[in-house]
């Protein structure tokens, strides 16, 4: 059987010789600046393209040193991060060092101050885990020649007394314990009460009147009745005053920081302790 050229055949034929004789043509014509028409086009093809793989590559490159940058920038904001934790807890330490100079200092110069009186500076060393309990350790003891019922004080005020004795240690009741009692008297007017104890931060004044006169910020020192703490060392002040039945309910605030106990001095003896500042000592006299 014969076979018939198919229909279809001329026309794609037909566009091949056109496509042919115009890129002939292309090639023959030229237009200004003797630029081949063919070259124009192939430029006007090729432009986008080369427009569009730049764009790309520009973008990609782009993206990959802003990578690049942003993971240097965080390496180098964990390197910064580090040297400030750094120096914070340098400038904490040296801080930490300068308060206990300025605090070791402080006792020094009470003890040099008071070469009269027999003392002892001692370090804390614990604190009771009892809540209802004021009590803190210190590292003197029976080898120290420590006993019972010595006072404990600091340069500011009084702190507590000695209750138990260890060989290398002994446990002192805080004046702030509900179980410790002062006997105390206002510096100006000189009346007596006693200091009680409350587990709390503030103490409190028994046994005064309500006819006599109290007034917030009166000063509240050690009579030397209770035969434990020499007279007229400071224990607090007064901050508040209320009318009671039949005695005043009377606050104080200690003078010695109970709750930042570091260093104390253990009084070896009863006799009386000057707590004028060292500075006033040196003072010259008025001509």
Not at 133 to 147: K, V
Not at 201 to 223: D, W
């Amino acid at each position: 059987m014969l076979d018939f050229p198919s229909r279809q055949r001329p026309f794609p034929l037909l566009v091949t010789v056109v496509l042919v004789q115009v890129l002939l043509l292309a090639f023959q014509i030229k237009r200004d600046n003797d630029v081949r028409l063919v070259r124009v086009w192939a430029v006007e093809f090729l432009t986008p393209l080369q427009r569009a793989a730049t764009w790309s590559i520009s973008s990609v490159r782009g993206g990959w040193r802003n990578y690049i940058d942003l993971r240097r920038t965080h390496a180098e904001n964990e390197f910064l991060k580090a040297q400030v934790d750094k120096l914070q807890l340098q400038n904490r330490q040296l801080e930490s060092r300068a308060a206990e100079a300025d605090r070791l200092a402080a006792l020094l110069n009470f003890k040099q101050s008071h070469t009269e009186v027999p003392m002892l500076v001692a370090q804390v060393i614990g604190a009771s885990a009892d809540l209802a309990s004021r009590t803190i350790f210190i590292n003197r003891g029976e080898r120290d020649h420590l006993r019972r019922n010595l006072p404990v004080i600091t340069p500011d005020g009084v702190v507590g007394k000695i209750v138990e004795v260890l060989p290398g240690s002994s446990q002192v009741l805080l004046i702030s314990d509900q179980n410790s009692g002062v006997g105390a008297l206002f510096a100006e007017t000189r009346t007596h009460g006693v200091v009680k104890g409350t587990s709390d931060p503030l103490l409190r004044l028994e046994y005064i009147a309500n006819e006599e006169k109290v007034h917030v910020g009166e000063l509240v020192v050690t009579s030397g009745e209770d035969k434990i703490y020499p007279k007229d060392l400071p224990v607090g002040t007064v901050t508040s005053v209320k009318q009671g039945n039949p005695f005043q309910v009377i606050t104080v605030e200690a003078a010695a920081r109970l709750d930042r106990l570091e260093d104390v001095i253990v009084l070896m003896t009863q006799q009386e302790v000057s707590m004028k500042k060292p500075a006033e000592e040196a003072e010259p006299p008025q001509q």
